[in-house]
């Protein structure tokens, strides 16, 4: 029973009990009298105290008050990226570690984001339980924060919600012209009359259909077809009129993260000996030598001197701080610069450590 129940409840009972009325309604004793009005005192000065907790609350949840986040809420929103149970688990994880109090904010945050998944990943890495239990965790902790990579919280559903000073990309024929937002919120878009390399105004003709990139502050990529309305002028410079879209897509980005990297590597060729179910992979004791120049957990690009051919197997080992790092490639694509080949090589088999290793170097979560 609560305290306010109590308060309730208490003054019902001793009026029944303990004190007499008489015929008009009054407390026959002084001393009951006194009891009574000091109990009506308390029970209002606690109805007060409580709408004044409650309003105080409402105060700080509109206005974007410390609170803990709701699970319901939490979970339905988790699920609608696309994130699994465990991978909802590990999530919740990661905010009640760094003591999160608004998920949506953290999640429209890649920065953020990355603050508090570094220290979770930290947390686990310290713990004391075994390696591959570590291991695991660690592994569904990057599959859970590759996932938040690519999703769209909050996504703009029409160019109206188009911030002032947003930078567009726009295609004309062949030419990719950059000019900012001026006003979103009327009519027309407003943005800036686009120039050439000399300076001067470009004129695109009235009903010319473009289309539209742009980048919103949390580094996802945004697309739009618009034509043009006309041209008007705004803080005294010319300005062009594009028409409102109210179908913004959302371009995907890369599969994985992608680090730029110098890493020295040793590249060991790899064949298929058999036929059948006996089929094997034989790694050659002659090894080719390289530099990664970028890395994601689905693959990475890599220099090296040697003429290497698309569709062959490597073995890539390579040092991360004191720890090897091993996977199975294959090399998709390679292009010459120089004296040098760039191999673009996709994993094919990488082991869960590793993998680790690398979403850890790739993220910048493990100390450097």
């Known amino acids: 029973m609560t305290v306010l129940n109590f308060l309730l409840l208490f003054p019902l009972q001793t009026s029944l009990q ?41 105060g700080s949840s509109s ?14 929103l988790a699920k609608s990226l696309g994130l699994d149970n465990d991978q909802i688990k590990m999530l919740d994880f990661v905010f009640k570690t760094d003591e999160v109090t608004d998920p949506e904010k953290s999640l429209n945050n890649p920065t953020l984001l990355d603050r508090h998944f570094r220290r979770a990943f930290r947390v686990i890495e310290q713990s004391a339980n075994i390696d591959a239990e570590t291991q695991n965790k660690l592994s569904v902790l990057f599959s859970t924060r590759n996932i938040l990579e690519n999703s769209v919280i909050g996504a703009m559903t029409s160019t109206r919600q188009l911030p002032d000073d947003t930078t567009l990309t726009i295609t004309y024929g062949k030419d990719k012209i950059k000019a900012n937002v001026l006003n979103a919120k009327v009519e027309n878009i407003t943005i800036e009359a686009p120039k050439n390399v000399l300076g001067s ?23 739009f077809e618009t034509r043009v309305v006309g041209y008007s002028t705004m803080r005294g410079h010319p300005a062009l009129l594009l028409a409102h879209s109210s179908q913004i897509r959302f371009l995907s980005q890369r599969r994985f993260r992608r680090r730029q990297a110098v890493i020295a590597c040793i590249l060991y060729l790899v ?15 002659r090894r080719l030598s390289g530099n990664i120049a970028d890395i994601s957990v689905g693959g990475c690009s890599i220099k090296t001197t040697a003429q290497v051919q698309v569709g062959v197997r ?50 910048e979560y493990a100390h450097e």
């Open 271 to 285: 064949y298929v000996e058999g036929s059948g179910k006996k089929q094997r992979l034989v790694v050659d004791k």
């Open 314 to 363: 490597f073995k890539v080992e390579f040092a991360q701080g004191d720890v090897n790092v091993a996977a199975l490639g294959q090399v998709l694509r390679t292009n010459k610069t120089g004296i040098n080949t760039v191999i673009h090589l996709k994993f094919l088999r990488v082991s869960q450590k590793s993998m680790n290793i690398i979403n850890s170097f790739v993220y």
């Open 18 to 58: 303990d004190f007499q009325f008489g015929s008009r309604g009054s407390v026959s004793s002084p001393v009951g009298a006194v009891v009574f009005g000091i109990i009506v005192v308390i029970i209002i000065a606690g109805l007060i105290l409580l709408n004044a907790s409650n309003a105080s609350k409402g």
């Open 201 to 223: 105004q470009i004129k695109i003709p009235r009903g010319t259909r473009l289309d539209v990139l742009f980048f919103t502050k949390s580094n996802k990529c945004f697309s």
């Open 63 to 76: 206005g974007g008050g410390s609170k803990l986040f709701s699970g319901i809420a939490f979970r339905r």
